[in-house]
């Protein structure tokens, strides 16, 4: 079983950065694969990043790429979404999952956070 607790939510104006953070409790964080996913008012869940157990294999929305990076601390269980350039239309809560599997297609994860809400403005 792992707990997932997402922060560094915000307000923020386009152009501007916020780096989020998933803490997870329980055992063997490292050996989770993470991602990040999103969800604005009135759209589906969408998924934004993903990495691997090691850290070595990254994945990335197209409408992300190039602007947010995610990374891991396995010492420090934690999972972090750095996102900079930040674009109005990428206002929505965003989540952590965890999954014991490496690389998880699609939103197939096991465990889910709380969310955080992320809010651009122009």
């Known amino acids: 079983q792992v707990q997932l607790v997402e922060s560094g939510g915000g307000l923020v104006q386009a152009g501007g950065s916020l780096r989020l953070s998933c803490a997870a409790s329980?055992?063997?964080?490292?050996?989770?694969?993470m991602g990040w996913f999103r969800q604005a008012p009135g759209k589906e869940r969408e998924f934004v990043a993903r990495i691997s157990i090691s850290g070595a294999s990254t994945n990335y929305a197209d409408s992300v790429k190039g602007r947010f990076t995610i990374s891991r601390d396995n010492a420090k269980n934690t999972v972090y979404l750095q996102m900079n350039s930040l674009k109005i239309e990428d206002t929505a809560v965003y989540y952590c999952?965890?999954?014991?599997?490496?690389?998880?297609?699609?939103?197939?994860?096991?465990?889910w956070g709380q969310g955080t809400q992320v809010t651009v403005s122009s």
């Open positions: 999952a965890a999954d014991p599997r490496s690389i998880v297609p699609g939103n197939a994860y096991n465990y």
């Open positions: 329980g055992r063997s964080f490292s050996r989770y694969g």
